[in-house]
């Protein structure tokens, strides 16, 4: 399976770089998302999570009214293109301890992908197998 099929009804929110940390938390609590790309001229530059607001922003007491969230994001995060398989979104998560990566073509956004988008596909699957199992099972003549 590729990324690109978790994105097709995909809404894509985003940040731009000049937008303070309250404005762009406001905005992951108003789509219960836990991290935003950042943006500068359309361009992806950036990825700001739950992780950046609590090690960047809330521990170093900086005030989110009045800081970018251009100073608090991760710059240049790891990406992945739409046609990249599922099983390198998921390596890359597990190597590397993400649990969001942004999806690219270049620096241009086409979405971003979670674990939790993931780990749901997988269950999907895996229900899936076990219901054509036990049609099979139902299916075949008990042996006499």
């Known amino acids: 399976m590729l990324i690109s099929d978790l994105l097709r009804n995909q809404v894509v929110i985003s940040a731009e770089v000049d937008q303070s940390v309250l404005e762009v938390v406001r905005l992951m609590v108003a ?21 950046d607001l609590m090690t960047r922003v809330v521990v170093e007491g900086k005030d989110a009214s009045r800081t970018a969230v ?3 994001m991760t710059e240049d995060p790891l990406s992945v293109a739409p046609n990249d398989s ?4 998921m390596t890359l998560m597990k190597r590397h301890g993400f649990r969001h990566l942004l999806v690219c ?3 241009e956004l086409r979405g971003v992908i979670s674990l939790r988008d993931v780990l749901l596909r997988n269950l999907d699957e895996k229900d899936d197998e ?13 042996a006499g």
């Open 31 to 51: 789509h219960n998302i836990g991290a935003v790309p950042v943006l500068r001229g359309g361009q992806a530059v950036g990825i700001f999570s739950e992780r």
């Open 105 to 107: 073509t270049g620096r």
């Open 86 to 89: 599922l099983e390198t979104c």
């Open 70 to 72: 251009s100073q608090v």
């Open 130 to 142: 076990v219901r054509m199992m036990r049609a099979y099972l139902h299916s075949t003549p008990d």
